[in-house]
């Protein structure tokens, strides 16, 4: 086994063993392209999500949240092209059966599974259709979205008639997109159903190209403050035949995984591509009226797109790391603070003395309340408190012992350096907020 598919497989099975992320329905086999998130990926996701939420509508003034029906009417999909467009080509292997995509076959001749010879290459619409209501007929044909975007176009009339937001401005939401992919693969990369952050932020035309270098720049700096690894961050300008139908520039922020470097997010201009096509389509009127020149016209529009559970799997990757203590592997996952699930574990150094566990929970009720993220761990040794702790990435470990209970002190252990210090109890929550920033 090489060293970067080494390093997916520990990640995939931290990931399991402690509770971050299961496969999906695994007690009836899986269901491919599906993973569940466990007590700590929950946390993680959340906090990935509470981070891109305060970056990018709380503290602006020009953002407004949307959140959408997922089910939407099918002519939404019929407009922008996605029931014509939305596919992949794919091959079907005419022994076993199974499809694959030819980009990802490596130029190979015949079927990797079973040798069996390809037939003709077809293409494969991904969206996931289902009928709406009792009747069964085309007319009762609704799609899962596969993107968040299209609720935010559909509500720009909304918006602007209910807010009466300013140009420049975005709509922005976090929601589930669903897509029947062929081949779903490498863990949480290529999924079925997964969820995306993005951001139609509506511009004048003549200043797309301003606010599209704008945007590049906030992606890159909310990627940092997050803890991915910038080293590992590369942009590629996306070639005209492999953007969006309608995008006229694309930029992919490519990321470093462990099977290679691929998209992490994406950055689009989509003209006006979409309110013009709804405008079309649907005999609603999506123009803007600029008050200050009096001009009427269809806004354009700049897209920052980004897929959670690749922000998740970038993390890991980023933060995953191992060193030698006490002539053992540690494995550790060296998240921000802010990012990390638990901010911080509370343990009394002996189990069996009441008098330090009693004071260990009145340390952690405190702590609890004010952070809510939060563990009581009193398992094992304190050896194996800390490498369970560094495990799951939790910055701090908070040990009450004999001094606790005279001079109202505890030890705060660091994850990272593994270096020991006496914190006043009652400095502990401003030590801590000092930390999370
Ligand atoms: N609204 C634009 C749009 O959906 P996209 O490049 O198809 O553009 C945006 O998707 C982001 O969604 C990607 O950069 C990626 O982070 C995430 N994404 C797309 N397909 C995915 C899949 N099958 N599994 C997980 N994430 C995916």
């Given at each position: 086994m090489d060293e970067k598919s080494d390093l997916m497989e520990k990640i995939i099975s931290l990931c399991k063993r402690r509770g971050f992320i299961y496969p999906g329905s695994e007690i009836y086999g899986g269901l491919a392209g599906t993973y569940d998130y466990g007590p700590l990926g929950v946390a993680l996701k959340n906090n990935i999500k509470n981070s891109w939420w305060k970056k990018f509508v709380d503290n602006r003034e020009d953002m407004y949240g949307i959140d959408a029906a997922i089910l939407m009417n099918a002519k939404v999909w019929q407009t922008t092209g996605h029931v014509d467009n939305f596919s992949d080509p794919m091959v079907d292997c005419k022994e076993c059966k199974k499809r694959f995509r030819p980009d990802q076959?490596?130029?190979?001749?015949?079927?990797?599974?079973?040798?069996g010879a390809f037939g003709i290459q077809r293409n494969f619409n991904m969206m996931f259709a289902t009928q709406i209501g009792a009747v069964e007929d085309s007319s009762a044909t609704v799609y899962l979205r596969p993107e968040t975007a299209q609720g935010m176009f559909v509500n720009f009339k909304n918006v602007v008639d209910s807010?009466?937001?300013?140009?420049p401005f975005g709509l922005a939401q976090i929601g589930k997109a669903f897509r029947n992919e062929i081949t779903p693969r490498d863990f949480i990369f290529r999924m079925r159903e997964f969820e995306q952050m993005e951001i139609e932020y509506f511009v004048n035309q003549n200043d797309w190209q301003k606010y599209f270098d704008y945007w590049k720049d906030e992606i890159l700096e909310w990627m940092d403050s997050l803890g991915i690894d910038m080293n590992s961050v590369h942009e590629l300008e996306v070639e005209e035949a492999d953007r969006a139908h309608y995008s006229s520039r694309t930029v992919d922020f490519e990321f470093d995984f462990p099977f290679g470097r691929k998209e992490l997010y994406g950055l689009a201009y989509r003209t006006d591509f979409d309110l013009q096509s709804h405008t079309g389509a649907s005999l609603n009127d999506l123009s803007y009226l600029d008050e200050t020149t009096g001009e009427r016209f269809v806004p354009h529009v700049i897209e920052p797109s980004f897929g959670l559970e690749r922000s998740v799997l970038a993390l890991l990757a980023s933060a995953y790391k191992e060193d030698g203590v006490d002539g053992e592997i540690r494995q550790y996952l060296a998240f921000k603070p802010a990012i990390a699930p638990v901010i911080c574990a509370v343990s009394p150094l002996l189990k069996n003395k009441p008098e330090l566990q009693s004071r260990a929970r009145e340390v952690y009720g405190m702590l609890k309340q004010e952070f809510g993220r939060v563990m009581y761990d009193d398992n094992g040794n304190i050896g194996k408190r800390y490498r369970r702790q560094d495990e799951i990435g939790t910055p701090f470990c908070i040990v009450v012992d004999f001094d606790s209970l005279e001079n109202q002190t505890v030890t705060v252990r660091d994850r990272d350096t593994q270096k020991q210090e006496l914190i006043k109890i009652d400095e502990l929550v401003n030590y801590l907020k000092s930390k999370l920033v």
């Open positions: 076959l490596d130029n190979k001749k015949s079927c990797p599974e079973c040798g807010l009466h937001p300013k140009l």
